[in-house]
């Protein structure tokens, strides 16, 4: 994809499309070949980080991007293409639905509230401790509620902020070690299973909102997605997030 130019949307009859145009970028996380990325020291985990900081940063300078994700596909079954370890960024002219999804959620809940979902849902989470896989002054790792796939994790900031990219050097130094803890951890229990972890952020250039909450969704990859789930985009999930927690917990 390239960046430039600001993209039309094309009616054809009942179908539409848009221009595509977006940045696409393999971020190399270390020279040696055959490591995972929770191997990495501590410096080098959180200059992988930084380097997700960065280039999310960069985006906002394009004012084509509507939205960038960073994402990890670990393993040929979720996706990897590359064997090197690398993440990847895809900005898209467009928010994706998901993301709308969870940005209108959170903001019908705010305008009720006037609270954030996601701090309630923490605040929640804490109180009950059953889903609770990991804490530390400044992150929590969770089994969702209702997770899709098993061993499903979700990682958050305690204090609310909307975009990954307003944290500084030392609260990306804790992050990085919270979540490579979470990762190592995951790793060992599951064997090394293929997974993918999503960086879900504010919308590009959003500015900081009171409503969404940014985090990071890592799911492995157990189980397959069948008739049912492509049939219904409902999940079938054998391991409840409680006992995943438990097997989980740090
Ligand atoms: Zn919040
Ligand atoms: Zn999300």
Excluded at 27 to 55: C, N, P, W
Excluded at 64 to 77: E, P, Q, T, W
Excluded at 97 to 106: C, F, G, N, P, W
Excluded at 133 to 162: C, D, K, L, N, Q
């Amino acid at each position: 994809m390239a960046t430039g130019g600001t993209p039309a949307r094309h009616a054809d009859g009942v179908f539409e499309m848009i221009d595509g145009i977006g940045i696409h970028e393999v971020i190399v996380e270390t020279t040696s070949h055959d490591a995972t990325l929770s191997d990495l020291d501590d410096k080098g985990f959180s200059d992988v980080m930084k380097t997700y900081r960065q280039r999310l940063m960069n985006c906002a300078k394009n004012h084509d991007v509507k939205y960038a994700l960073i994402f990890r596909n670990s393993g040929l079954l979720a996706g990897a293409s590359l064997e090197h370890p690398h993440s990847q960024l895809i900005a898209l002219p467009a928010v994706p639905h998901m993301i709308a999804d969870e940005l209108e959620t959170s903001l019908v809940h705010f305008k009720k509230k006037g609270t954030c979902l996601f701090c309630d849902m923490l605040e929640a989470e804490r109180r009950g401790a059953a889903r609770v896989i990991a804490e530390s002054s400044g992150f929590i790792a969770i089994s969702p509620y209702a997770p899709r796939f098993p061993f499903e994790t979700w990682v958050f900031p305690r204090r609310h902020m909307s975009a990954f990219e307003t944290l500084d050097d030392d609260a990306v130094d804790s992050f990085s070690k919270f979540f490579k803890g979470v990762l190592s951890k995951m790793g060992a229990v599951l064997s090394n299973a293929p997974y993918n972890f999503m960086l879900h952020t504010a919308p590009t250039g959003s500015g900081p909102l009171n409503h969404y909450h940014w985090h990071v969704e890592i799911t492995p990859c157990l189980t397959t997605i069948a008739g049912f789930e492509r049939g219904t985009n409902c999940f079938i999930n054998p391991t409840s997030p409680e006992e995943a927690a438990k097997a989980l917990r740090l």
